[in-house]
């Protein structure tokens, strides 16, 4: 059984507890012993407990505070109380200078001192510094003056008048009252997140763009004392990578100040009250490498939409501040916060039919990639950001893949088929890639929507365009074409259906982009000439003129307006490979 150290003399206000080797924790009141191998907390800034020694002295603690029972608190000491007596004596609320001296620890030299000898009572607490460990007699210290008691070399405090191995044999009678050692008054700081999550979104979408923290700072002394404050950070976020620009505010937060380099608030007044600290969450562009699914996986979304769809989730970045002072002024505190990433990768691993669920990547710069299998009856919104959505499934069908806002590349020249599905590009200069294997694609509609979006046409088949929608598009690039290959639209060899159905579905102008060595009025085989191409109803080769044609010209870039059906119109034809034909030739 462990050694019996003390008896709980007094407990007032405040939690105070003793906490065993293990862990185990139990409440402490008055006339409960303590143990060594114990620890004392004070929990509260209000808490204040005195221990009775078995030899003798006392144990004070005020405010937050600990201390450990470990054997130098009982070295060098002379158990002089039995402490069975001192806990009747205290529950009984016995005088403990009236105990016999075997019972409550040598002389009562003096013999007029007060029950609580000099452990911290009214006059004490009231002036409120922050004491911690310390040690007197039972009997009031200022006795010793009439007692010639000798000081003790090893012991805080006074002594019993009876002579002792313990005395230093040298020492002269003590002429002035003997004062307590007190530990010096200690303020201490904790400090708690003012947010605890804050999202690595987009600016333009967030007002306080801040991982916030408050520094509490109590039981300040008295006086006009300074420290310095150092601020560590850690955790699994980083400087420069995923926050930056921190700053504290003496003020509530009305004003800011940036932190030195060496994270130090320098001449920092110790006085109760709160310094702000925060730091601007860095939104980092999520199609760079290593820039998705940072951190750690908090839940998993994908599973609830499919089985197949993997790595779907919320992912953070734990960040860790410390704050210590560089003189002992404050005690030292730390708190977590999190970044969530809103940079999303999915993963389709497999066929995936989700029955109309929808999957939403929401804000961020995000990354769906569809590899093997069929994918079925699904509704993609991938919201505000570059995103990029790749598909190679076998079959794409019933799907609706939408870019939202921002420049976003939706490709699918890699599926055998795409069959009744939508594919928007949203706001934002988009880019949708569009093929298939064997030449099967019906029912689709390919909106590439607001701002400057382009549609890129490659086959290794030929294509077979029977009842596709093509609108808001101003670029159509075929360089990814052979030469000589044709677009297949009813049955005519030519590209001017497919331009057609673009002049009437809202775009009045387009840029054809492509690296024909043809002549500047002709396309692919055949030559298929302006007039053919925006001659409406008559994809052929020598279709109607429009009317109110004129043209400009260099070596890489040529230029039609037209008027057709009484809108006005914009061809332009982009050429990798320079023009030595004039267009005029050939109107």
Known sequence: MSKEIGVVKNVTQGSVKAVSPTGESRELKVGDIVYQGEKIVTETTDAKVVIAKADGKEISLIGKDSINLDQSVSENSQTTADINSLQKAI???????????TAAGGNQAGGNAGGDGVSLGAASFAQGGHYSNISANFSNLSSQTSANAP????????ASAEPSDGFVSSAAASSQPVQPVIAPARAYITVDSGSAHSSEVSESDRSYPYMQYNFHIENAPAGSLTTNLKIDLGGQATKGEDYEHPEYSMDGGNTWTAVDP?????????QDGVIKFRMKVIDDYGQHAGNQNEGTKMSDEGTQIHANITEF?????????????????????????KIVENDDFVKFAGDVDAEGKELNTGIGDDTIHAKEGDVKNINIKMGDGDDQAIFENHTIMNTTIDGGNGSDIINLTSNDKTIDTTVLGGNGDDVIKFT????????NVFDGGDGVDTLVIGSRDT???????????????VTALTEGEAIQISGKADLAAIID????NGSHELTLVTDRTTEPGKFFNGGVYFWSIVDGRSPNINGGKPTGVTTEQDEHFYKMSFEHNGENYV???????????AITDYL
């Open 436 to 443: 298939t294997k064997d030449g099967v694609s019906t029912g």
């Open 463 to 477: 294509f077979t365009d029977t009842t596709n929608t093509y609108k808001n598009f101003e670029k159509v690039d």
């Open 262 to 270: 060496d994270m130090v608030l320098k001449n920092v007044v110790v």
């Open 501 to 504: 159905r673009f002049t009437n």
């Open 313 to 337: 989730g919320k992912y953070s970045e734990e960040a860790t501040i410390s704050i210590s002072s560089d003189n002992g002024l404050i005690s030292s505190d730390s708190a977590s916060s």
């Open 151 to 158: 000081a003790v070399s090893n012991v805080r405090g006074g």
């Open 91 to 101: 529950l009984g609320g016995q005088d403990l200078n009236a105990l016999e001296e």
């Open 571 to 581: 061809l332009n034809v982009q050429n990798e490979i320079p023009y030595s034909y």
